[in-house]
């Protein structure tokens, strides 16, 4: 209680300072606006940056979008200005020289601020260059998730650590996990999760279904590190319980088969913009992340907030946020672990013990993730 007071008055007594500040957001490399409306992610994505334009005088957002201008007349009411790819070049060689190409903006500035790890070099140049506070948000644990893929995306995403972490002023990891991983840098290290718009993200009763046919759903990208292969596995020959799943990626056409094989009832959905995903999960049985890593999933974050049974692996970044048995469950990643949990949770649904959960799931995001605190912890960087 005290520590939000002291956010609040925090916020009273700068607001007006900070409206004649100017704050220049570094996009992800290779991300852009464009980007994440394809993805369904645009609506969350700038959600943040909207509440920060209202206490600032601008917030330029660089992009890796050469067609980005276009959502400029959107963002103009909250003082946010969109600064879009210049040129043809590739963007690695770009991103070396974003701070040429924005330099006038860019020097006028008072702070600069990663989204991601990945990309934050351009931000340190620009440091250099012009001498700006500069946060560095992580976002992700880059060379942790790097190693498990091969040898020199780890060495290389090591180097861009080596060099953005010292450069920067402070230093926003999303986990207490990541700030021991960060543990050299401890002085400058805030802790600061992603966020859930809890309003938007809420439960809804009257959306679950009645049908006979259980509904187990997962979002994210369908790719490798989420394990899909035996989430589809721990389904087989399933016939009272559908698979829906929201996303994108590259084994999209070898989980179909998979599926098709293994006679699974699955309904491949697509992306889903980021303000209808609070229906699809109040409509599902159960929520599942079978991921082998993450890092602070927001996804996750919000199937809770819906006050949606969840079920994650027990890996990093999952672990530390399901409490066991409190406000979700865990499982082994294998399709036999993923199939006993997922079929004893589903006969189990309208259990005191189901709901109790479900009520603590909720209970813990609104506390910890909403929003409005969120935004509170952004505005202490600056």
């Known amino acids: 209680m005290a520590r939000d007071w002291l956010l609040e008055n925090f916020m009273a007594e700068n607001s007006i300072n900070l409206k004649n500040k100017k704050l220049a957001l570094f996009f992800t490399y290779g991300v852009s606006l464009d980007l994440w409306e394809k993805?369904?992610?645009?609506?969350?994505?700038?959600?943040?940056?909207?509440?920060?334009?209202?206490?600032?005088?601008?917030?330029?957002?660089?992009?890796?979008?050469?067609?980005?201008?276009?959502?400029a007349d959107m963002l103009a009411p909250y003082n946010i200005m969109v600064l879009p790819k210049k040129s043809r070049l590739p963007n690695f060689i770009y991103s070396l020289l974003i701070p040429f190409y924005y330099r006038h903006e860019l020097k006028q500035c008072d702070f600069y601020k990663t989204n991601q790890m990945l990309g934050s070099w351009s931000a340190v140049i620009a440091k250099w260059w012009f001498g700006k506070k500069l946060i560095?948000?992580?976002?992700?644990?880059?060379?942790?998730?790097?190693?498990?893929?091969?040898?020199?995306?780890?060495?290389?995403?090591?180097?861009?650590?080596?060099?953005?972490?010292?450069?920067?002023?402070?230093?926003?990891?999303?986990?207490e996990i990541e700030k021991k991983y960060f543990a050299k840098y401890a002085d400058k290290i805030r802790v600061i999760p992603n966020f859930v718009d809890t309003d938007l993200f809420r439960p809804m009763?009257?959306?679950?279904?009645?049908?006979?046919?259980?509904?187990?759903?997962?979002?994210?990208?369908?790719?490798?590190?989420?394990?899909?292969?035996?989430?589809?596995?721990?389904m087989a020959d399933n016939a009272t319980t559908r698979l829906q799943i929201i996303g994108s990626g590259e084994e999209r056409d070898s989980l179909e088969l998979l599926a098709k094989q293994n006679h699974v009832l699955i309904e491949f959905i697509g992306n889903v913009a980021h303000d209808k995903l609070p229906e699809y999960i109040n409509r599902a049985d159960l929520f599942v992340l079978p991921s082998l890593y993450e890092g602070n999933p927001k996804v996750l974050l919000e199937a809770m907030s819906c006050g949606a049974m969840v079920l994650g692996t027990d890996v990093r970044g999952i672990n530390?946020?399901?409490?066991?048995?409190?406000?979700?469950?865990?499982?082994?990643?294998?399709?036999?672990?993923?199939?006993?949990?997922?079929?004893?949770?589903?006969?189990?649904?309208?259990?005191?013990?189901?709901i109790k959960i479900k009520t603590n799931a909720r209970q813990c995001i609104v506390e910890d993730n909403s929003l409005?605190?969120?935004?509170?912890?952004?505005l202490l960087n600056f």
Do not use: H, W
């Open 136 to 175: 560095v948000r992580t976002g992700y644990p880059l060379s942790i998730n790097a190693r498990k893929e091969n040898l020199l995306k780890y060495l290389l995403s090591k180097l861009i650590e080596r060099i953005a972490a010292p450069a920067g002023d402070i230093l926003v990891v999303a986990t």
């Open 320 to 354: 530390n946020i399901i409490l066991d048995g409190a406000n979700g469950f865990l499982a082994m990643g294998t399709s036999v672990g993923l199939r006993e949990k997922i079929n004893r949770l589903l006969a189990n649904l309208l259990s005191e013990e189901s």
């Open 205 to 234: 009763p009257e959306l679950k279904s009645t049908n006979n046919i259980k509904i187990v759903l997962f979002v994210g990208r369908l790719s490798p590190e989420k394990n899909l292969k035996n989430l589809i596995l721990a």
């Open 39 to 71: 993805r369904g992610l645009l609506g969350r994505e700038i959600k943040l940056y909207q509440r920060l334009g209202e206490k600032f005088g601008k917030i330029y957002f660089i992009t890796y979008g050469r067609g980005d201008g276009r959502f």
């Open 372 to 378: 409005d605190k969120i935004t509170q912890c952004e």
